[in-house]
């Protein structure tokens, strides 16, 4: 498995360019929805470019959704929702959603969550679906919501073409000693406690 650090300037500066891609399609969203937690950071970019092109204008409006489909790296579980800061039952016919996430690898999680406002009588080309990273995983079967919007495609024809994406914006679990040396500690000594703390708690 190859392991990938992506910078959290790079997810920042991506995000922006995404945004912009977004907004040049003309589709507008009304309401941007993140799955906590890996939406966190991109969808704070988006927000913050659709709250400047959109100034004097209906303002877009943020939200979050805590759903989980992970119980670790390898094994996934079923869907589970803990709630939403915006409940979907008030979405409106007309409404324009946009979700947005870190990344795409099985999309069980994503699937489900655009499953749910389809049920509420919104139609597939009022919502969308844009990301990070989107691993294409042709080695098994596709489900019907893929991404409409990416920064990064990663083809995986096989198993063995399986990437891990490390996001230096937040992530700091299954870092090896010479990753966290390289990644962070050579650019800042000063968190060398901090790590020694941390590894003592693994």
């Not at 919502?127 to 489900?143: C, G, P, S």
Request: with cysteine; charged share 30%.
């Amino acid at each position: 498995m190859t392991k990938v650090f992506i910078p959290f300037d790079q997810i920042r500066n991506n995000a922006l360019k995404l945004a912009y891609d977004v907004y040049m399609t003309g589709f507008i969203p009304d309401v941007i929805y993140i799955p906590l937690r890996g939406g966190a950071y991109m969808g704070n970019v988006f927000s913050e470019f659709f709250k400047i092109v959109r100034k004097g204008e209906r303002p877009v409006f943020y939200a979050a959704v805590v759903a989980r489909s992970y119980s670790d790296i390898h094994k996934q579980d079923r869907v589970m929702i803990d709630g939403w800061t915006y409940n979907p039952e008030h979405l409106r016919n007309g409404d324009k959603i946009l979700f947005i996430d870190d990344i795409f690898d099985s999309g069980k999680t994503l699937n489900h969550l655009v499953e749910v406002i389809l049920e509420k009588g919104i139609p597939r080309s009022d919502v969308k679906v844009a990301v990070h990273d989107y691993k294409d995983i042709k080695y098994k079967d596709h489900l019907p919501i893929q991404p409409d919007f990416y920064c990064n495609k990663y083809d995986l024809e096989k198993e063995d073409d399986q990437v891990w994406i490390h996001y230096m914006s937040h992530e700091l679990v299954g870092l090896t000693k010479e990753e966290q040396q390289h990644q962070y500690l050579e650019k800042e000594p000063g968190l060398q406690p901090i790590f020694d703390f941390i590894n003592s708690h693994e």
